[in-house]
């Protein structure tokens, strides 16, 4: 599966914004997907996941209950909402898939397989 990200940009403190992500092929729904971000200087850290479903998800004590992880199957497609954003929320966002034989929800880097090229999130007044 290919994974594209769109959505990054500048933002205040304080704003929203929504990252996409588009996956390529007809087996969307059978991967387990993540978005990761890492800040400048920083290693990747897990944000949020979701199940093939979308009946469950995951998400960093760092963004619960500001960001939501979303995904339509029938777009191939998966976004994150991105509310009340702080400047440590600044870093190059990244989407991330599990192989398709993988059901659960992960939060280490290494346990995806196929990753887009990111989008940057600056926060900043």
């Known amino acids: 599966v290919q994974l594209v990200e769109s959505g990054g940009g500048l933002v205040q403190p304080g704003g929203s914004l929504r990252l996409s992500c588009a996956a390529s092929?007809?087996?969307?729904?059978?991967?387990?997907m993540g978005w990761f971000r890492q800040a400048p200087g920083k290693g990747r850290e897990f944000g949020a996941a979701?199940?093939?479903?979308?009946?469950?998800?995951n998400y960093a004590d760092s963004v619960k209950g500001r960001f939501t992880i979303s995904r339509d199957g029938a777009k191939n497609a998966m976004a994150l909402q991105m509310n009340s954003l702080k400047s440590e929320d600044t870093a190059v966002y990244y989407c991330a898939a599990r192989r398709q034989h993988y059901s659960e929800i992960r939060s280490r880097p290494s346990e995806y397989d196929y990753w887009g090229q990111g989008t940057l999130v600056t926060v900043s007044s």
């Open positions: 979701i199940t093939k479903s979308g009946g469950s998800t």
């Open positions: 092929g007809r087996t969307f729904n059978n991967y387990v």
